[in-house]
């Protein structure tokens, strides 16, 4: 989303009808992972800390933290400087700082991590076609903690 010069980005996965409870959890823990990659996205926290978060929640599951895909920094263009890997360590990459906005976008699959592009161009599947699941906001990095942009009421106020 474009709105006076600057852009937004986000993604969800929804569930349409009854699902497995396979795609039930891998949906849950991938939800998880996105909060908990917010939760430490604070000034003074560094990239690889939302990577870290990623991994920690994912953790004792047996899914794929796709890793050819990544979060990004974003601002007049969808796509700006710092990319924001789904893995990474703690305390490693660029340095958090207030005025940031990134978005924050962990994707799992239920088998590998790898992935493909289809023909089209556009659409990417997992290498072994198991599901997978991808959750997105655009979250500012301010002074009082992570703000998350794409979460917040655009009901205008009087």
């Known amino acids: 989303m474009r709105l006076d010069g600057w852009c937004a980005d986000s993604a969800w996965t929804f569930a349409i009808g009854d699902i497995s409870d396979e795609a039930r959890a891998l949906m849950d823990v991938t939800e998880r992972s ?92 997992t290498a072994d076609r198991t599901l997978a699941a991808h959750f997105e906001h655009t979250v500012a990095i301010t002074e009082e903690g992570p703000r998350v942009l794409t979460a917040e009421s655009t009901a205008a106020t009087a």
């Open 34 to 125: 996105l909060w908990a990659a917010i939760e430490v996205a604070t000034r003074g926290n560094h990239i690889g800390d939302l990577g870290a978060a990623v991994i920690g929640t994912v953790e004792g599951t047996n899914y794929g933290i796709i890793r050819d895909l990544v979060g990004h920094g974003i601002g007049r263009d969808v796509h700006e400087e710092p990319q924001v890997p789904n893995v990474g360590r703690a305390g490693h990459g660029p340095l958090l700082r207030a005025g940031m906005v990134l978005a924050i976008e962990p994707m799992l699959s239920a088998g590998t991590p790898d992935i493909r592009t289809l023909d089209d161009g556009w659409t990417v599947v």
